[in-house]
């Protein structure tokens, strides 16, 4: 870009994952110049997908929920269909197993049929968790009436929820003690079985990194209900089928993406941003900057230390943050593995906690649903277990220690193939550096750690006018769904309450 063109923008997006890409493509439904700045060669932050010899691997996010259903509260979904776009999904039931030391657990999508698998281990610990569960489901029947395409982040949400959305805002109220609760305080009060309290920890590990105690009750409510009353499905194409999904949204509604762009820095003048500067010296003006960057890299890495409050700062980058991970992308030979699913959790070990770096490893295997992702007669698995950053580096060791930290997976994988060593076509392992330069991300996190009742995270504002953030460093979740809604509520507050009434009048919600 250059003279006039680079000055022809609403709005800047720094980073293509998926809130930077929801938010951009959101503005430009609504009319906006924008422009998404992506340093990678590829698409979709977290969310990329790649492909190595013929096997189609996804990069982070494994667990999908609503993408082939129209009535689905996924504001992704939502979001698609604002966007006037589509991505096609294979719904399957059980959503996946456990394999705890004392024996193997499915997880079905199907209420009964998931108290019923408890009720064969603890039949007391079966009915708590319909308890459990009665409580999160009326959060989430209560939350469906006010769509996430219809929220933002300022004042202005009050006058929409009280003229659009009042039935469903009074229907909330009785609710609204739970909103802020942690799911360990709704456990505490009707379950006192030990083995449904750790399957129930167990699940908030995987939607938030904490368990039960630190993971807030709608994240937990919202992942019973889409798997109870929607659906759950995998994409297509793997998880870059979405992104590709959301940059023909952007670009249909006239928003640009350039790749191998690199932002250097953003320009902030007497307190307010004006536009961003490139690796390559280009500088491209817009009166709105949005950073798809993690908080940490934003405010030290993008910006210079007299642009923010120092007090402001200090506290900001002090927020603690999700260890990072090893990741596993294995392709391997299918034969014989005709009864394969898709989706494990393995725990190693009842003595240590489910937290412990290594004891409970992930498992997708994607390609039991899509087989286009591997080549015939193969399957691609993804595994990855929490890793701390602190201690890696690249030297004469990181080979070495890659694989001997890269074993918890394979046994974690032995535990669902027990011959999987001998079937392994392609071997690639990621550490949490290979995740800090790869996603450009602060230590290799996936976001905040910040339990329930001990913060707020800080939405989509900050203390420069015309700067704005997204993505996990703005909304409680590891996941797609908070991700995309973290694009929604910036993108919401940039505009008009007229626009977004507009909008959902078109989509009668």
Known sequence: MQGSEAQDFDVIVIGSGIGGLTAAALLARYGKRVLVCESHNLPGGAAQSFTYQGFHFDAGPSFYAGLSDPNSLNPLRQVLDVLEERVEAIAYDPLGHYHFPEGTFPAYCN????????????????????????????????LRGIPAIALRADWQIGPILAT????????????????????GKIMDQTVRDPWVQRLIDLECFLLSGLKAAGTIAPEVAFMLGER???????????????????IRGLERWGGKLRLKTHVEQILVENGKAVGVQLRNGESVKAPVVISNATLWDTYTKLLKLEDLPTAYCEEAIATPAVESFMHLHLGIRANGLEAL???????????????????TCMISIPSVWDADLAPAGHHVVHAYTLEPFTGWQRDENYEERKKEKAQTLFRALERVIPDLRDRIVVELIGTPLTHAHYLRRYQGTYGPAIAAGQGMFPGPQTPIAGLYRVGDSTSPGIGVPAVAASGILCANTLVSPYQVKTLLDQLRL
Do not use: C
């Open 228 to 246: 109870s009353r929607s659906v759950i499905d995998y994409p297509v194409g793997g998880s870059g089928a979405i992104v590709q999904a959301l």
């Open 341 to 359: 699913t898709g989706h494990h959790v393995v725990v190693h070990s009842s003595e240590q906690d489910i937290t412990v770096p290594g004891n």
């Open 164 to 183: 659009r959305y009042l039935p469903a805002l009074i229907k909330l109220l009785p609710q609204l003690g739970m909103i802020q609760s942690s799911v």
């Open 111 to 142: 209420p009964e049929r998931y108290r019923a698998a408890v009720a064969h281990i603890t039949p007391q610990g079966a009915q708590e968790l319909a308890q459990f569960e009665r409580r999160l489901l009326a959060l989430y029947e209560a």
